[in-house]
């Protein structure tokens, strides 16, 4: 049985009223991640010892951390513990392999991680209700993985061919399947179905790896129903015979392309840079 956590445990004097959680998918990061002073997830069937908050306890999807990725815990925190955190409370979340970067620091060859990453709540933040990784564009999509990936997507999203056409559908289509991003948006309400689209197509870039932090439990409440009554609807027409990176995580891949559009549309957003450092280095 799996001790209890009291966060309180883990948050630095500097993080205080914030939690932000690091996301992990091995027992060997839990030291690591305490000394940054970040709350530790362990994610998924793997063993972890005691010292980690688990998405397996009360009411949860684990069982479904192969398809949905980081939103088991997303379900686990929004079921059990998102009402038990106080309201001037920031929460935040990172990886074992991206975290968010301190905003003035250039990162050299030979940086020091734990100082290049924050550690307290940015004063910059203070006028914002949310606050996301710097966007990925997909203009820049080589022609190479083009030709490799997305003939059919192509023939979708003629509009592809130059660097400006290739949006935010196009790119899905080609990694996760040809319109598969379409039939999802199809179960959305009306409103977000129609402005959903828009954006996809749209928009050449979006704000990736579902990453944010959040000023409001009330915000992240009203997304948490949103996205979790929506992916339940995925579900019933895509179901869990998913095969191959592209595709076996898609309820993780569709909620990071609706993450971006629904706070935008919902929310006082900044972007904020992201650093990749993997924990074993």
Not at 121 to 135: A, Q
Not at 194 to 214: A, G, L
């Amino acid at each position: 049985k799996i001790k209890k956590i009291n966060f309180s445990n883990f948050i630095l004097a500097k993080m205080k009223m914030a939690q932000i959680f690091c996301l992990c998918l091995e027992d060997n990061y839990l030291n690591k991640v305490k000394d940054l002073g970040y709350i530790p997830v362990g994610l998924g069937k793997n063993n972890f010892s005691s010292g980690w908050l688990r998405d397996n306890q009360g009411k949860n999807i684990t069982e479904k951390n192969p398809y949905y990725g980081e939103y088991s815990f997303h379900y686990w925190l929004w079921k059990n513990e998102l009402k038990k955190i106080p309201n001037d409370t920031w929460i935040g979340f990172c990886t074992y392999r991206r975290f968010w970067q301190k905003d003035n620091i250039i990162i050299e060859k030979n940086y020091d991680f734990k100082s290049s990453i924050i550690n307290e709540i940015p004063k910059e933040w203070y006028n914002y209700d949310v606050i996301l990784g710097t966007k990925m564009s997909f203009e820049y999509i080589r022609w190479l993985k083009i030709l490799k990936y997305g003939k059919m997507s192509l023939i979708r999203n003629p509009s592809a061919l130059i660097k400006k056409g290739r949006n935010i559908r196009f790119q899905f289509d080609m990694f996760h399947g040809n319109g598969l991003l379409d039939q999802a948006i199809n179960l959305l309400d009306e409103n977000n179905k129609k402005n959903f689209k828009k954006f996809v197509i749209k928009e050449t870039s979006f704000n990736p790896f579902n990453m944010f932090v959040c000023r409001s439990k009330s915000i992240l409440q009203e997304y948490y129903i949103t996205v979790f009554e929506w992916l339940n609807k995925c579900e019933k027409i895509f179901g869990f015979d998913l095969k191959g990176y592209g595709k076996i995580r898609l309820y993780a891949f569709l909620a990071e392309r609706f993450l971006p559009y629904w706070f935008h549309k919902n929310t006082k957003v900044k972007e904020w840079p992201i650093l990749f450092h993997d924990l074993n280095d």
